[in-house]
């Protein structure tokens, strides 16, 4: 079992925010500005959905990891932390996801 947390890519994200794009992926993602990262997202988001479709387990892993990194590198990018997100999701866990589900429809969110 691995230690390896999503806050620990999270905070990994962040110091490469401050490497030279030339030596560093994550800085020339965070430098073409947060609508490149949401499309290099996107696309993440469909291959992960054609692994999962297709049964195909291990790209399913690989898909998976490449669609988490690149949802924490939008968040860099978008000036959103780690904890806002968990502290949203702790909120949403309070009641059932059909009450939750209503109260998002309700709201317009």
Known sequence: ??????????????????????????????????ARVAKKLGEEAVETVIAAVQSDRAALICESADLL????????????????????LERRTQQSGHEEKAARTTAGV
């Open 69 to 88: 990194y690149h949802l924490l590198v939008l968040f860099q990018a978008s000036g959103i932390s780690m904890q806002e997100v968990l502290a949203e």
């Open 1 to 34: 079992m691995t230690t390896f947390t999503l806050t620990d890519l999270a905070a990994i994200i962040s110091a490469r925010a401050g490497a030279a794009a030339a030596s560093s992926y994550t800085k020339s993602l965070l430098e073409a500005g947060p």
